[in-house]
């Protein structure tokens, strides 16, 4: 695929509690697919992926390119999702592109918000956070801020919540963007995707990972 292709083009993100899986045709019409069955990603990502081919009337070897979330997100998530674009990818020797959701969602909310904190749920009572301040954004923006934490780091930005109810957070000012107003979509995952593969190519197979933002305790047997 050249830097310029409008070929199709999957798309995964499974890195939230809602499992969305995309495909781009030529003439850029998206065919999109949702389950919201959380923790069965694993057992709804290829009938996912068979059903939006078949919608497109297409198989799988005529994708050209897989754009797939890295996150931040859920932890089986991440790892269902890479897996599955992994596979596929090699299997099929076509470009992974890999994006994070903060980097998806960046320019569509800048544009319609202006500067914008996006939280997603991370461990109880933490979130990673966020601050977008342009079209594009940089990962290694991206930290882990309490609840109490994060007012104090808004610098006068709105708020937008993914995948958990904003309104649950208590603000001192109006602030908080509705998900009637925004909501994420496949289709944000696959415009960031095909921007950064015009700007930066492909992520190597054997070095992309998800993207988690922080460190797991390992757990070691007794």
């Given at each position: 695929?050249?830097?310029?292709?409008?070929?199709h083009?999957?798309a995964?993100?499974?890195?939230?509690?809602?499992?969305?899986?995309?495909?781009?045709?030529?003439?850029?019409e998206?065919?999109?697919?949702?389950?919201?069955?959380?923790?069965?990603?694993?057992?709804?990502?290829?009938?996912?992926?068979?059903?939006?081919?078949?919608?497109g009337?297409?198989?799988?070897?005529?994708?050209?390119?897989?754009v797939?979330?890295?996150?931040p997100?859920?932890?089986?998530?991440?790892?269902?999702?890479m897996?599955?674009?992994?596979?596929?990818?090699?299997?099929?020797?076509?470009?992974?592109?890999?994006?994070?959701?903060?980097?998806?969602?960046?320019?569509?909310?800048?544009?319609?918000?202006?500067?914008?904190?996006?939280?997603?749920?991370?461990?109880?009572d933490?979130?990673y956070?966020?601050?977008?301040?342009?079209?594009?954004?940089?990962?290694?923006?991206?930290?882990?801020?309490?609840?109490?934490?994060?007012?104090?780091?808004?610098?006068n930005?709105?708020?937008?919540g993914?995948?958990?109810?904003?309104?649950?957070?208590?603000?001192?000012?109006?602030?908080?963007?509705?998900?009637?107003?925004?909501?994420?979509?496949?289709?944000?995952?696959?415009?960031?995707?095909?921007?950064?593969?015009?700007?930066?190519?492909?992520?190597?197979?054997?070095?992309?990972?998800?993207?988690?933002?922080q460190?797991?305790p390992?757990?070691?047997?007794?």
């Amino acid at each position: 695929m050249t830097n310029n292709s409008a070929g199709h083009i999957l798309a995964i993100d499974s890195s939230t509690s809602v499992l969305r899986i995309g495909l781009r045709l030529p003439n850029e019409e998206i065919i999109s697919r949702e389950n919201k069955d959380r923790f069965r990603h694993a057992e709804f990502i290829f009938e996912l992926i068979k059903d939006v081919l078949k919608a497109g009337s297409i198989n799988k070897n005529s994708l050209e390119a897989i754009v797939l979330s890295i996150g931040p997100g859920s932890f089986t998530g991440l790892r269902v999702g890479m897996s599955a674009a992994k596979g596929l990818a090699v299997a099929l020797d076509i470009p992974l592109i890999g994006v994070t959701t903060f980097s998806a969602v960046a320019r569509g909310l800048f544009e319609q918000f202006g500067p914008t904190a996006v939280l997603i749920p991370s461990r109880r009572d933490e979130f990673y956070f966020g601050l977008i301040e342009a079209a594009e954004f940089d990962q290694d923006n991206i930290v882990i801020l309490k609840t109490d934490e994060i007012e104090s780091n808004l610098n006068n930005a709105n708020v937008y919540g993914i995948d958990f109810d904003i309104s649950t957070i208590q603000f001192s000012k109006d602030i908080a963007i509705n998900i009637v107003d925004y909501k994420v979509g496949i289709a944000d995952f696959i415009a960031s995707g095909m921007e950064k593969y015009k700007t930066d190519g492909a992520d190597d197979l054997f070095l992309i990972e998800p993207f988690y933002a922080q460190n797991f305790p390992v757990k070691r047997p007794k």
